[in-house]
């Protein structure tokens, strides 16, 4: 996503954010996402390291519509960490679209030379955390999200 089409979404403007990136948005798009791309518009404009590290839209191979968006939470940390988040859309999902768009932000973090990857999950979502254990991030703890409550935290190294 770049800034252009995420201002465009959160203006009002679909037409024009599926024409920049050449996609179709679902009509009930960006629903709760709103939240996630202000921020991401924030970061983008303020901080322009951050753009590579944010959300990317996620498309089935040969097909315009968009099915669901993966990203970072930001760039790696000091210690090299990046943390993943994806969400594919209901009418998408249990095909294994989420794990393949997680596999695919490894393989670029790693490109990039990130050292540890991290994911946040709800404790009641077991689809998710099923995809990050086969991953192979292991549970390191828990924390708690001012926006999403308890958290459960997994981890593991490139």
């Given at each position: 996503m770049t800034p252009a089409f995420i201002a465009a979404v959160l203006e009002g403007r679909k037409d024009e954010a599926e024409r920049l990136l050449g996609?179709?948005?679902p009509p009930y798009w960006?629903?709760?996402d709103i939240r996630y791309l202000e921020l991401w518009l924030k970061d983008m404009s303020?901080?322009?390291q951050h753009a590579p590290w944010r959300a990317r839209v996620v498309t089935l191979t040969g097909d315009t519509r968009m099915i669901?968006?993966?990203g970072f939470h930001g760039p790696p940390n000091e210690?090299?960490?990046v943390e993943v988040g994806y969400t594919i859309f209901?009418?998408?999902r249990g095909n294994g679209y989420a794990t393949e768009a997680a596999r695919r932000l490894l393989d670029f973090?790693?490109?990039l030379g990130a050292?540890?990857?991290r994911a946040s999950v709800s404790p009641d979502n077991a689809p998710s955390i099923a995809i990050i254990r086969k991953l192979g991030l292991e549970q390191i703890g828990e924390q708690m999200d001012e926006i999403d409550g308890l958290e459960l935290v997994f981890e593991r190294p490139v």
């Open positions: 996609i179709t948005i960006p629903d709760e303020e901080a322009g669901g968006h993966a210690e090299g960490m209901p009418e998408h973090a790693r490109e050292t540890r990857f």
